[in-house]
């Protein structure tokens, strides 16, 4: 009898669609080959705020190969009431519909679409067209835009975000205060930048249907979206997005390039490609730059007596992005008196959106940089003043967690950094011309769980496919449901396919809040644990009845494509012989996952978040002031780990993008012209691998069986949280110099 072999739940299988991505299989939304396709190059607005009075657009007409140039004035009917443009992540305010009017709301907003036979024709007769404005004045200064900032009023809608009740006296506390630290601390405007810009291939089949490929991180969301902005039947659209390079949430919703290809494709019924350029993308989604001002008392022990927090985003001025920034400090730490307070500004920009852990890694992240200036005033190791003030429970609505290992998560972290040989004072380690810092910070992100359905088709030669609309943004979601469909069925993963990013496909959320394991591996679940009750049944017709005695599944292991019974091992009957026994040619189930009865009494009871402590070593060049992140320990509670893998780059990543937050990331915009300044990849840094260094990541062990049903809790925001926190604390500890703004650029230094 062989050993039972399972490549199940916690295997570090290595990613399934690797292959097809490093040999360009992988197809993405501007890669389709569809026929008579034509290319639409968006036409910048030159100015940031105003109407446009006339549109030349002869020379553009005149280059051959154009088709059309599209404008407000001969585009297609679409909806003109704003509801009928809300998608699955609207925020409240009137949605952006480009090509709707002769407005301008923005700098580089779309206001003309040259179509052309070639991509080259597009662009070159794009730069022809002539369009005169009547310019307004605008404000695109964060700070300036201060002098309007409001809290919309609590609406029905998610994503109006609203600060806690207070709780004891926070002003009183820090008035009577022995220690205090209070300032304002800022973050910059940071742009998403994933790989693939956005891009959608619209195909027009001339029966009324179109097939869209997009550039997004849900199919079904754009779907609903186009249907509901054109006035198309569902069943007509069809989004296909089974690749996506990257996203970060800069494509949780469908963006203007879907818009104008789908026009486009109207108007001519013809298939239409757009893809935004890479400055292009600096005109749509954006991280809010955010002032955070923080008040913390404390007694001489280190124990906090007092959060106070007043924070302001900045958004739009025709939709109300909001964060919550205020809340993750107050829920963290146990303290007797906190307040919070939040607004939004608007300014003249396209609306800011959700950028990987949005408001947690803003939040969150520069309150742990005034918690580490506490832990000095104290004079307190900074991890061991984060232990004085741990809360056990979610300190702003006095709630259990359904599981917090962030205890576990400190020490163990602290263990493999060799945190106790740090020396307390700052600029006391140094190894040639750097000085050296080793810095902590706390992260948090929520863990949630939403509806999502999947498929399973098992067929009579025992492969199985799985099958959901979700997406895979480059999180790992196609092995997760592989994994996830092994591990229940006893399949070696060479004989499962997982299908995703196609609105055609079972019903399942944009991937985004680090949902998608939680849900999708659920959905997965139970569509194979229906196939296997089906193989339960059918196996019943095997000769001699080799499974007799077992009542239900849960007697049976599934191993090595056979059902074996748990009470005796030798009595086995594989798939394919039940299947065939049962005179069944294929299985197929659609299951949907969703939080049930108990769930909702246990989510209104109970905290649900996944936490984080990062260490970082820092060092810095006591001359130039340039400083090198050499080491990163990022030690997480994030539940069950389905692929430590798999699991570990999503944390790598986020790490990477915490440096890049807390030393390059900064978008510039000119407030005169009213436009992004350092809209490329060579202006606007991010992390190259020069700047990467020795990044280890911990999973600490954390059962929950509570939050979601299989244990698991997402992993694809928390690795950011804490990160530029981390690095900021340890960039003070290096040098003694406390920056309360990040980036931390050199100039911040000097
Ligand atoms: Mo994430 S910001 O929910 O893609």
């Not at 249907?227 to 494509?251: I, P, W």
């Not at 005034?370 to 061991?384: G, N």
Request: include cysteine.
């Amino acid at each position: 009898m062989n050993a039972p072999h399972k490549v199940g739940i916690g295997t570090p299988l290595a990613r399934v669609d690797g292959a097809d991505k490093v040999t360009g299989r992988a197809k993405y939304a501007a890669e389709y080959a569809v026929p008579d396709l034509l290319y639409g190059v968006a036409v910048p607005a030159r100015i940031a705020k105003g109407r446009i009075v006339s549109i030349d657009d002869a020379a553009a007409r005149a280059v051959p190969g154009v088709v059309e140039v599209m404008t407000h004035e001969n585009r297609p009917k679409q909806a003109w009431l704003d509801h009928s443009w809300k998608d699955e992540l609207s925020i409240p305010g009137d949605p952006f519909k480009a090509l709707h009017d002769d407005r301008v709301l923005f700098a580089g907003q779309p206001v003309a679409l040259v179509i052309a036979e070639t991509f080259e024709a597009a662009r070159f007769a794009a730069g022809l067209v002539q369009i005169d404005y009547d310019a307004e004045a605008h404000n695109v200064d964060f700070d300036t835009s201060l002098a309007e900032k409001f809290l919309p009023p609590k609406g029905m809608r998610r994503n109006t975000f609203h600060p806690p009740k207070a709780r004891g006296d926070a002003g009183a506390a820090f008035d009577a205060a022995a220690l205090k630290v209070s300032g304002e601390y800022r973050l910059a405007t940071e742009h998403h930048n994933p790989m693939e810009m956005h891009a959608s291939t619209v195909e027009w089949h001339g029966d009324g249907k179109i097939t869209v490929y997009d550039k997004v991180q849900g199919s079904q969301n754009t779907q609903s979206y186009l249907a509901g902005a054109f006035k198309l039947s569902k069943k007509d659209v069809r989004v296909v997005n089974a690749y996506v390079g990257g996203g970060f949430g800069s494509g949780l919703r469908p963006q203007w390039q879907v818009q104008l290809a789908t026009m486009g494709a109207i108007l001519l019924e013809r298939s239409v490609r757009v893809v935004m350029t890479r400055q292009q993308m600096f005109y749509h989604a954006h991280r809010p730059e955010c002032t955070y001002e923080i008040r913390l008392g404390a007694e001489h022990t280190g124990k906090l007596t007092s959060i106070y927090g007043d924070a302001t985003t900045s958004t739009s001025r025709f939709e109300n992005n909001m964060e919550d920034i205020v809340t993750w400090g107050m829920m963290n730490y146990d303290c007797p008196n906190a307040e919070g307070h939040y607004t939004i500004a608007p300014r003249d920009t396209y609306t800011s959106a959700d950028m990987r852990a949005p408001g947690a890694v803003t939040g969150m992240g520069l309150f742990e940089i005034a918690i580490d200036e506490m832990a000095y005033e104290a004079k307190v190791d900074p991890l061991e003043f984060r232990m004085i003030n741990y809360s056990e429970t979610e300190a702003m609505n006095q709630v259990p967690f359904t599981s917090k290992a962030l205890r576990e998560a400190y020490r163990e972290g602290a263990e493999r950094f060799g945190w106790a040989e740090r020396s307390p004072e700052p600029r006391s380690m140094k190894e040639d011309r750097e000085l050296i810092g080793w810095g902590v910070a706390t992260g948090m992100w929520d863990a949630q769980f939403s509806k999502t359905s999947a498929r399973a088709r098992l067929s009579a030669n025992g492969d199985l496919e799985v099958a959901s609309a979700t997406s895979d943004i480059g999180t790992g979601t196609y092995t997760v449901m592989t994994q996830v469909a092994a591990d229940t069925l006893g399949l070696s993963p060479d004989r499962i396919t997982a299908r995703l990013g196609d609105s055609d496909l079972p019903a399942a959320p944009v991937e985004g809040g680090s949902w998608a394991a939680a849900s999708t591996g659920a959905a997965v679940q139970l569509a194979c644990r229906s196939v296997a009750e089906k193989l339960f049944k059918a196996a019943d017709k095997v000769e001699n009845r080799p499974l007799w005695g077992a009542q239900s599944i849960d007697d049976l292991d599934f191993v090595d494509g056979e059902m074996v019974l748990k009470s005796d091992p030798t009595k086995r009957v594989s798939l394919t012989d039940a299947m065939r026994a049962g005179g069944l040619d294929v299985i197929e189930v659609e299951e949907t996952a969703k939080p049930g009865l108990s769930d909702m009494v246990s989510m209104a009871k109970k905290a649900r978040n996944t936490h984080s402590a990062v260490f970082v070593e820092v060092r810095v060049d006591e001359e130039l002031d340039q400083v090198r992140v050499t080491r990163v320990v990022n030690a997480v509670a994030a539940g069950r780990i389905i692929n430590p893998r798999t699991a570990r780059s999503q944390i790598l990543g986020g790490v990477v993008m915490g440096i890049g937050m807390a030393l390059h990331e900064e978008t510039f915009i000119d407030a005169t012209l009213g436009r992004w300044m350092n809209h490329n990849y060579a202006e606007y840094h991010v992390p190259a691998h020069a700047d990467i260094e020795d990044v280890d990541v911990i999973f600490v062990d954390e059962p929950d069986p509570e939050v979601t049903p299989l244990g698991v809790k997402g992993l694809g925001e928390i690795g950011i949280v804490g990160t530029a926190a981390a690095v900021a604390n340890a960039i003070f500890h290096a040098t003694g110099k406390r920056v309360r703004s990040l980036p931390i650029t050199v100039d911040k230094l000097l």
